[in-house]
């Protein structure tokens, strides 16, 4: 797997005994994001899927809403004590001065919470260019309870660390359109946002996104600003993002676990028998 995952010795203690051994772990490195050679933020992530993660972030932020905003993004020369490039630096050029101006603030995210540098509330319950209030998906509430089944089944990664989230972006009719891990929950969803980006799939009003934990409010955040309408996760929401949802129109749903889910905001789009 490449740069996503590490051997460690690790010491297992069990009523059985000791065993030493080689354990897989999820690789965690920082990627810094420039902006015309200015340094924008530093994000911890695992390393995949960059340029879909920073198309996903400035989506998020508001910098940018089209894929046409952005010209060019490139792995700059960040080197490690070996001497070689750490593929750690991406600079992105863009097309738009607005876009330009917007990227004169400092974001600091860590893996742990994307919002944690931001000065106040006001600063992130940014507006989005789309209404996802009026778009028209529905979902069936069986269809929908397949969902999390079908993101589990596809972490690979997972699977060999036990150690990453994943965010998937669905149709309605229950298929997997894309599935990024890392170990930040708010980096798997950007990339699956820079995934939608890149395919011209922004807004995304026709998708369902489901995360593998909790519903926080800058998941919500990040759904309202691709123009998704409906938001699934496997664990609790926010009080915060069950209010956002409920403002900005989109359907919450949480607990989608088996047949059963509480939907928080906008029921009208899950369908029953």
Not at 192 to 217: H, K, M, Q, Y
Request: net charge negative; glycine share 10%; charged share 20%.
């Amino acid at each position: 797997m490449g740069r996503v995952t590490a051997r460690r010795p690790v010491r297992r203690i069990s009523a059985a005994g000791t065993i030493e051994r080689p354990d897989t772990l999820a690789v965690e490195e920082p990627m810094e994001i420039r902006i015309g050679g200015e340094s924008v933020t530093v994000t911890m992530r695992t390393p995949g899927h960059d340029v879909d993660l920073v198309h996903g972030f400035l989506l998020s932020e508001g910098i940018i809403g089209h894929r046409d905003d952005v010209a060019v993004v490139r792995y700059c020369n960040g080197t490690g004590e070996d001497g070689l490039n750490t593929y750690n630096v991406l600079d992105v050029t863009l097309t738009s001065p607005l876009a330009v101006h917007l990227a004169q603030r400092n974001f600091l995210t860590t893996s742990a919470c994307g919002v944690c540098g931001k000065l106040s509330l006001d600063d992130v319950r940014t507006r989005s260019r789309y209404d996802i209030g009026a778009a028209e998906l529905s979902i069936d509430a069986g269809t929908l309870s397949t969902m999390p089944d079908t993101l589990r089944r596809s972490q690979r990664i997972f699977d060999a660390t036990g150690g990453l989230h994943a965010a998937g972006l669905f149709t309605a009719d229950g298929a997997l359109l894309a599935l990024r891990e890392d170990v930040g929950r708010h980096n798997a969803v950007d990339k699956v946002i820079g995934w939608a980006l890149s395919e011209n799939r922004i807004p995304a009003s026709d998708t369902v996104l489901i995360v593998s934990g909790r519903a926080s409010f800058e998941l919500a955040q990040k759904a309202v600003m691709a123009g998704i309408p409906a938001l699934g996760a496997v664990s609790a929401p926010s009080s915060l993002a069950v209010d956002l949802a409920v403002d900005a129109g989109l359907t919450l749903v949480g607990f989608l676990r088996g047949e059963t889910m509480n939907v928080y905001a906008h029921d009208r789009r899950i369908k029953t028998a």
